[in-house]
């Protein structure tokens, strides 16, 4: 069955198609049914919103629960990059999480160095600049950090190969102790190639991946599947639609099949990056093709 029929099939008349504004009617099956996926909100999806203005950091966990019913979210310190330290407001985004029904899974970490830079005294700054994120994280219940490492791809990537295992090492030694875990994200430069990223997790050894379905310099699937071993984390990466409410770029059901294979029972996380249409619709619409492709593979 194709995946323009098996969306058509799976939702049975609901208004996924056009990215609407509800659920679908086939929700309470799924919320009783084994084959739902755990799914968490990346805080990135709304940035727009956030950016704006529009949305309050501190109510990102409450919307989160009231107008996607999900119950797990991923922070993002850029936009808190000034409050990693600051208890009072931690202490505040932990408790409208908490009052929300809402599961704080992690922290997605930029702009804090390259933890992968060739220079020694470079890179032990960045794995320190990392360590308030790490302290954060545990504060709000997380269970890891993700970082990003050889972002600089005008450096050679064998040459940065050790240095990225070296600096991984050094920041999860530091965070072993809180219970974070230290995840890193096909993000930028090097780390789009999968197979590069890969050799690197391998020889740090623990250290976890978090594999996001658009950011690979090469094929999308492979890449997947070479990380997944690794996954503490997946990004459901969306940019747009069909009409029948299937994943323009990328062929969700392929994907599934990949995280069923590999035996991944974590959550995976929406990551809506289109720049065409509304935040939360867009949200709502991976959300729902998430469920979708669950229940369609259960069959």
């Not at 032990?124 to 360590?131: F, L, R, T």
């Not at 308030?132 to 990003?148: D, M, P, Q, T, Y």
């Amino acid at each position: 069955m194709n995946r323009r029929h098996f969306l058509c099939r799976t939702f049975a008349g609901a208004a996924v198609a056009g990215l609407a504004s509800q659920l679908p009617l086939s929700w309470s099956v799924f919320a009783a049914s084994p084959l739902q996926p755990k799914i968490s909100l990346a805080q990135w999806s709304l940035h727009r919103q956030l950016r704006s203005g529009q949305l309050k950091v501190l109510d990102f966990a409450v919307k989160t629960r009231r107008d996607f019913q999900l119950g797990a979210v991923e922070y993002v310190n850029q936009f808190f990059a000034d409050k990693a330290q600051d208890q009072a407001f931690l202490r505040q985004l932990k408790q409208r999480a908490d009052d929300s029904g809402v599961s704080s899974l992690l922290i997605m970490v930029d702009a804090e160095g390259d933890l992968a830079a060739l220079e020694a005294k470079q890179r032990q700054q960045a794995v320190e600049n990392h360590y308030k994120w790490v302290e954060a994280a545990a504060f709000l219940g997380c269970h890891a950090i993700r970082v990003s490492i050889a972002d600089n791809a005008k450096t050679d990537a064998l040459e940065m190969q050790p240095a990225a295992v070296l600096g991984l090492q050094q920041l999860a030694a530091f965070a072993a102790p809180f219970g974070i875990s230290i995840i890193v994200e096909n993000h930028m430069g090097h780390s789009m190639d999968a197979n590069w990223l890969a050799t690197v997790l391998q020889q740090a050894g623990n250290v976890g991946s978090l594999p996001d379905f658009g950011n690979f310099s090469g094929d999308k699937y492979q890449g997947t599947q070479l990380l997944l071993p690794f996954a503490k984390g997946i990004s459901a990466k969306t940019y747009a639609f069909d009409d029948n409410g299937a994943e323009s770029s990328i062929d969700y059901q392929r994907m599934w099949q990949l995280i069923q294979n590999a035996g991944y029972q974590g959550y995976i996380g929406i990551e809506y990056e289109g720049e065409n249409a509304d935040e939360d619709a867009g949200i709502r619409a991976t959300r729902d093709l998430l469920l979708a492709v669950a229940n369609h593979a259960g069959r």
